[in-house]
């Protein structure tokens, strides 16, 4: 049965916007589609138009996403409406992988590509929701690469907040696609924004007085008066008393989350029988995703929500998050605390959303937050269908009142999608291997290289691109993975082993892991993963066999590290970080994941998606080609021991 709306105006109910009709008729057409529209403008029933077309037609689509939350939201909603027709693949989570429609995390996409052609050679579509996470800076290359390297027949549906260098994406993907890319635009939010600025101390300030206010905080600091902007609620206050909840806060500090919804336990924001419902929900989703509700924590978020209130960061326990998510999705959380996480593709819009501050920590400095950051979050605020205006607070201190900085974030021009091409060891082994030194000709592909001959008017080289490849082909003959275009045993393993794969290669090869018992090789491969928050505290696992495991693991990792060095390469591979391995190995030996606790300071939901990781990593090992089938063995028993209890994606993404 085909599907087909040319000509149509309504889908699924739904009266179609213009931006949405001239995209679904680009895909009916055949063409690849690329789609900017302000967050919450209805991007999402494209990409469902795509899913039902292709099920309709008997072709099979992929579905990625940046991050597995979302992911696995998308396979909640599609399977809810298309059964067993859909599956889903992310490392953590394998079900259903021979469905017509599989949600796929870009990673996995692209490791496809290079390492299991077969398994999409009938794939005809692929989404890509959030294409403007090309640009983030440690995972963008994924999604150039996925785009570059996918088979030339598959047609791409991508889909993004607003960016104004759209048509430039959509000409570079059209010169690496050789197809038509059809790029359709939308500005107008069917949800319009009013964005205010709330100056803590003083109150609102209208944005065209913001120099005379900046100015008047300055003469009262001068002065010696005090203006120091501690945040007493009394903006939140505000919001609640006119009814314009539920509120989205954001703030860009797990800790400063959890600490403002405790201190906003506000009285009357839920009804008795409101309070009465979600407690009793919360209650039956504790017992569904097998959370003790006995437990502290679960106890903490319990308090929270009796009162409507509740906190979401990527530190809290995932089958928390996933209550706190539920709850909101049913009305009966009004105030919800969460980081910049939370904005990117979840389908959870709200009534208004406030910021704690304009600017955020990066880890070294704090700076402004993006326009297009500023409007990702924003554009959580109005409910289609159910406000006619989306509120947004803006918050500063008065001793941080920066009058041009607001500017520039709030009303300054969106920040176009920069190139982040940047092949790892894994990439190049698979393209040297294949192409020899045409590899090097891969960088006149990349975007970055488009932009620049579109703003020059020529091809021009990229040498840093080339000094990149040819330090790490150094690198790779040095240590035995290459010899000439040949992979040798190293190398074949290397290339099937996306991400860690330099350090798991010479763990492996270097014998570290051969004689390593089941719960060793977990803390092993555990060190591979974890890095070190600032402020966390680790027990000592000081065994013998702990010593020579730090020992032997650190020189086989310093082997690339040196190799890395005298080739001037910066960004060495990561050494491996034993802070975890206390934690691990007690987890591994059966611990209940509460006591965890008392070996690390680390945060339950870093400590659940290091040991995930940990798990994809002995995957990768047991699939590895070279692997003695006693190593294989091993592997199988760590994972077992590893994937049980809250660490379990997949029974958790089971439960629904």
Same mark, same amino acid.
């Given at each position: 049965?085909?599907?087909?709306?040319?000509?149509?105006?309504?889908?699924?109910?739904?009266?179609?916007?213009?931006?949405?009709?001239?995209?679904?008729?680009?895909?009916?057409?055949?063409?690849?589609?690329?789609?900017?529209?302000?967050?919450?403008?209805?991007?999402? /029933?494209?990409?469902?138009?795509?899913?039902?077309?292709?099920?309709?037609?008997?072709?099979?689509?992929?579905?990625?996403?940046?991050?597995?939350?979302?992911?696995?939201?998308?396979? #909640?909603?599609?399977?809810?409406?298309?059964?067993? #027709?859909?599956?889903?693949?992310?490392?953590?989570?394998?079900?259903?992988?021979?469905?017509?429609?599989?949600?796929?995390?870009?990673?996995?996409?692209?490791?496809?590509?290079?390492?299991?052609?077969?398994?999409?050679?009938?794939?005809?579509?692929?989404?890509?929701?959030?294409?403007?996470?090309?640009?983030?800076?440690?995972?963008?290359?994924?999604?150039?690469?996925?785009?570059?390297?996918?088979?030339?027949?598959?047609?791409?549906?991508?889909?993004s907040a607003t960016i104004p260098?759209?048509?430039?994406?959509?000409?570079? !993907?059209?010169?690496?696609?050789?197809?038509?890319?059809?790029?359709?635009?939308?500005?107008?939010?069917?949800?319009? /924004?009013?964005?205010?600025?709330?100056?803590?101390?003083?109150?609102f300030v209208p944005f065209k &007085?913001?120099?005379?206010?900046?100015?008047?905080?300055?003469?009262?600091?001068?002065?010696?008066?005090?203006?120091?902007? @501690?945040?007493?609620?009394?903006?939140?206050?505000?919001?609640?008393?006119?009814?314009?909840?539920?509120?989205?806060?954001?703030?860009?500090? @797990?800790?400063?989350?959890?600490?403002?919804?405790?201190?906003?336990?506000?009285?009357?924001?839920?009804?008795?029988?409101?309070?009465?419902?979600?407690?009793?929900?919360?209650?039956?989703?504790?017992?569904?995703?097998?959370?003790?509700?006995?437990?502290?924590?679960?106890?903490?978020?319990? #308090?929270?929500?009796?009162?409507?209130?509740?906190?979401?960061?990527?530190?809290? $326990?995932?089958?928390?998050?996933?209550?706190?998510?539920?709850? %909101?999705?049913?009305? $009966?959380?009004?105030?919800?605390?969460?980081?910049?996480?939370?904005?990117?593709?979840?389908?959870?819009?709200?009534?208004?959303?406030?910021?704690?501050?304009?600017?955020?920590?990066?880890?070294? #400095?704090?700076?402004?937050? !993006?326009?297009?950051?500023?409007?990702?979050?924003?554009?959580?605020?109005?409910?289609?269908?159910?406000?006619?205006?989306?509120?947004?607070?803006? +918050?500063?201190?008065?001793?941080?009142?920066?009058?041009?900085?607001?500017?520039?974030?709030?009303?300054?021009?969106?920040?176009?999608?920069?190139?982040?091409?940047?092949?790892?060891?894994?990439?190049?082994?698979?393209?040297?291997? *294949?192409?020899?030194?045409?590899?090097?000709?891969?960088?006149? &592909?990349? %975007?970055?290289? %488009?932009?620049?001959?579109?703003?020059?008017?020529?091809?021009?080289?990229?040498?840093? %691109?080339?000094?990149?490849?040819?330090?790490?082909?150094?690198?790779?003959?040095?240590?035995?993975?290459?010899?000439?275009?040949?992979?040798?045993?190293?190398?074949?393993?290397?290339?099937?082993?996306?991400?860690?794969?330099?350090?798991?290669?010479?763990?492996?090869?270097?014998?570290?892991?051969?004689?390593?018992?089941?719960?060793?090789?977990?803390?092993?491969?555990?060190?591979?993963?974890?890095?070190?928050?600032?402020?966390?505290?680790?027990?000592?696992?000081?065994?013998?066999? !702990?010593?020579?495991?730090?020992?032997?693991?650190?020189?086989?990792?310093?082997?690339?590290?040196?190799?890395?060095?005298?080739?001037?390469?910066?960004?060495?591979?990561?050494?491996?970080?034993?802070?975890?391995?206390?934690?691990?190995?007690?987890?591994? @030996?059966?611990?209940?994941?509460?006591?965890?606790?008392?070996?690390?300071?680390?945060?339950?939901?870093?400590?659940?998606?290091?040991?995930?990781?940990?798990? +994809?990593?002995?995957? +990768?090992? *047991?699939?590895?080609?070279g692997v003695s089938p006693g190593?294989?063995?091993?592997?199988?028993?760590?994972?077992?021991?590893?994937?049980?209890?809250?660490?379990?994606?997949?029974?958790?993404?089971?439960?629904?």
């Amino acid at each position: 049965m085909e599907l087909s709306l040319l000509g149509k105006t309504n889908y699924k109910g739904f009266d179609l916007d213009p931006f949405q009709a001239e995209a679904i008729e680009a895909i009916e057409n055949g063409s690849s589609v690329i789609v900017a529209a302000p967050t919450g403008s209805g991007k999402t /029933l494209i990409a469902e138009y795509a899913v039902e077309k292709a099920l309709a037609s008997g072709t099979r689509l992929v579905y990625t996403a940046p991050i597995k939350a979302l992911s696995n939201q998308k396979y #909640r909603d599609f399977r809810a409406q298309y059964g067993d #027709r859909i599956g889903i693949v992310t490392g953590e989570v394998s079900i259903n992988p021979d469905a017509p429609v599989l949600i796929m995390t870009t990673e996995i996409f692209r490791n496809e590509i290079f390492d299991s052609p077969k398994r999409i050679a009938s794939v005809e579509w692929a989404v890509f929701d959030e294409i403007h996470y090309m640009d983030d800076d440690e995972r963008g290359t994924v999604w150039e690469e996925s785009i570059i390297f996918a088979p030339e027949r598959i047609r791409f549906v991508c889909l993004s907040a607003t960016i104004p260098n759209l048509s430039e994406l959509a000409a570079w !993907m059209k010169t690496v696609r050789r197809g038509n890319i059809k790029a359709v635009s939308e500005d107008v939010r069917p949800v319009p /924004l009013r964005h205010r600025l709330y100056v803590r101390s003083f109150g609102f300030v209208p944005f065209k &007085k913001m120099d005379d206010a900046a100015g008047h905080c300055k003469r009262i600091r001068a002065k010696g008066g005090k203006s120091d902007g @501690r945040n007493d609620g009394r903006l939140i206050g505000e919001v609640v008393a006119e009814g314009k909840i539920p509120i989205l806060y954001f703030a860009f500090q @797990r800790k400063k989350a959890e600490d403002l919804a405790f201190d906003s336990r506000i009285s009357g924001l839920l009804s008795d029988g409101e309070r009465e419902e979600v407690l009793a929900l919360f209650d039956d989703l504790c017992v569904k995703y097998e959370v003790p509700a006995a437990g502290p924590l679960a106890q903490r978020v319990r #308090r929270l929500v009796s009162y409507g209130v509740a906190y979401h960061h990527a530190g809290l $326990l995932p089958t928390l998050k996933e209550i706190v998510e539920r709850l %909101f999705q049913s009305g $009966l959380i009004k105030l919800l605390f969460t980081t910049e996480t939370f904005a990117l593709g979840v389908n959870m819009p709200a009534a208004s959303v406030i910021f704690d501050t304009l600017d955020k920590f990066d880890g070294i #400095r704090f700076s402004p937050l !993006m326009t297009r950051e500023y409007y990702q979050m924003a554009g959580r605020a109005g409910r289609r269908g159910m406000d006619e205006i989306g509120y947004v607070y803006a +918050q500063t201190e008065p001793r941080f009142f920066n009058a041009e900085q607001i500017r520039g974030v709030v009303f300054g021009s969106m920040e176009p999608v920069k190139s982040r091409f940047n092949p790892g060891y894994s990439t190049i082994l698979n393209l040297y291997s *294949r192409i020899g030194d045409e590899i090097f000709a891969i960088a006149e &592909k990349s %975007f970055a290289a %488009f932009q620049r001959k579109a703003k020059r008017g020529r091809a021009v080289r990229d040498d840093g %691109f080339t000094k990149i490849i040819v330090s790490r082909l150094a690198v790779l003959g040095e240590l035995g993975y290459l010899d000439g275009t040949e992979l040798l045993p190293r190398g074949v393993f290397a290339a099937a082993a996306q991400g860690c794969e330099m350090q798991l290669t010479e763990l492996l090869f270097s014998g570290v892991l051969e004689d390593l018992d089941a719960d060793y090789l977990n803390v092993a491969l555990t060190a591979l993963i974890f890095e070190q928050r600032r402020d966390d505290d680790f027990g000592d696992l000081n065994t013998p066999e !702990m010593r020579n495991l730090v020992r032997e693991a650190e020189a086989a990792v310093n082997r690339v590290r040196r190799a890395e060095k005298k080739q001037g390469i910066f960004n060495r591979v990561k050494p491996p970080d034993f802070g975890l391995s206390l934690a691990a190995f007690y987890w591994s @030996r059966g611990a209940d994941f509460e006591d965890l606790t008392e070996v690390c300071s680390t945060d339950q939901g870093d400590l659940v998606r290091t040991f995930r990781m940990t798990i +994809q990593l002995l995957r +990768q090992l *047991r699939e590895g080609r070279g692997v003695s089938p006693g190593l294989r063995s091993t592997v199988d028993e760590a994972v077992s021991r590893m994937n049980r209890g809250v660490v379990d994606a997949e029974r958790q993404l089971r439960r629904g």
